[in-house]
Nanobody
Framework: QVQLVESGGGLVQAGGSLRLSCAAS????????IGWFRQAPGNEREFVAA????????YYADSVKGRFTISRDNAKNTVYLQMNSLKPEDTAVYYC????????????????????WGQGTQVTVSS
């Protein structure tokens, strides 16, 4: 059974940092690209960042570029999202998703049909 489990969310003041983790099980993790998405109340889900199977290719939404960093540790079956300089508008439930995709290029990640999704972790940024 495939599972993606997000963790690391919480309440932080504006300007602060959080590191989210997405731990995967039940799939050949190094064959999968991983995307992070978020959804705020009343809003559609939006793409945040993606990373290719090896960690050598990444792509970010303009809204988080320069503040967020996505990385992965295939030995631990885990992808991370380091979030710095957080803003109140970053408040949302953050989800990770996996797609069986063995390529270095992830610029189309916002539009992929992902194979698996996690349950999400809440991030709240206070002003």
């Amino acid at each position: 059974q495939v599972q993606l489990v997000e963790s690391g969310g919480g309440l932080v003041q504006a300007g602060g940092s959080l590191r989210l983790s997405c731990a995967a099980s039940g799939l050949p993790f190094s064959n999968y690209a991983i995307g992070w998405f978020r959804q705020a109340p009343g809003n559609e889900r939006e793409f945040v960042a993606a990373i290719n199977w090896s960690g050598g290719g990444t792509y970010y939404a303009d809204s988080v570029k320069g503040r967020f960093t996505i990385s992965r540790d295939n030995a631990k079956n885990t992808v991370y999202l380091q979030m710095n300089s957080l803003k109140p508008e970053d408040t949302a439930v953050y989800y990770c998703a996996a797609r069986n995709y063995y390529s270095n290029y992830v610029v189309s990640a916002p539009n992929w049909k992902y194979d698996y999704w996690g349950q999400g972790t809440q991030v709240t940024v206070s002003s």
